[in-house]
């Protein structure tokens, strides 16, 4: 049942004019099939009354604020599943750029664990080898840098 159905039903209930009794006519054909209409079907139709009894305004009233409540509720519920989400994404992306940060460190240290001979570039493009001194001084800085990326 959608959330419109029940308010529809509290605003015609509520706007209804009040009724004491209505007319009914009640048939029971050859097969046995009970039928009620407001007007007589056949010559063995009974002829019943209904009390209808008025609407209540404070009822009416109540169940209004119950069902405001409820869409309140509702609609906060939407609000936090949608925060909660936009969370665990901006986690997994600061997790996959820290996963990131940790794979270049590895690959960092891992290129000055190997050995062999090392360079650097300098401002004119020209390579510039490292001494066996700044070899270990960059491996070291490497793997302080990869365990705080990695967090080892």
Same mark, same amino acid.
């Given at each position: 049942?959608? @959330? ?13 004019? +009040? ?7 009640? !048939? ?6 009970? !039928? ?29 604020? +119950?069902?405001?409540? +409820?869409?309140? =509720?509702? %609609? ?5 599943? %949608?925060?909660? &989400?936009?969370? &665990? $994404? $901006? &986690?997994? =992306?600061?997790?996959?750029? %820290?996963?990131?940060? @940790? ?17 650097? !570039? ?14 270990? +001084?960059?491996?070291?800085?490497? $793997? =302080? &840098?990869?365990?705080?990326? @990695?967090?080892?």
């Amino acid at each position: 049942m959608n @959330c419109l159905s029940p308010l529809l039903f509290i605003g015609v209930v509520a706007l209804a004019p +009040e009724v004491q009794a209505d007319t009914m006519y009640r !048939t029971v054909d050859a097969q046995g099939q009970v !039928t009620y209409s407001d007007r007589p079907l056949s010559s063995s139709s009974q002829r019943i009354s209904v009390d209808v009894t008025g609407p209540n305004a404070a009822e009416a009233a109540r169940l209004s604020k +119950e069902q405001a409540a +409820e869409s309140a =509720a509702d %609609q906060q519920r939407i609000q936090q599943s %949608q925060h909660d &989400a936009e969370e &665990a $994404k $901006k &986690a997994a =992306a600061h997790e996959a750029a %820290q996963q990131q940060r @940790c794979n270049a460190a590895r690959g960092r240290y891992a290129s000055f664990a190997a050995g062999g001979r090392l360079f650097r !570039t300098d401002a004119d493009g020209n390579r510039v080898y490292l001494s066996d001194e700044d070899i270990d +001084e960059q491996r070291t800085l490497a $793997k =302080a &840098a990869m365990d705080s990326a @990695c967090g080892t």
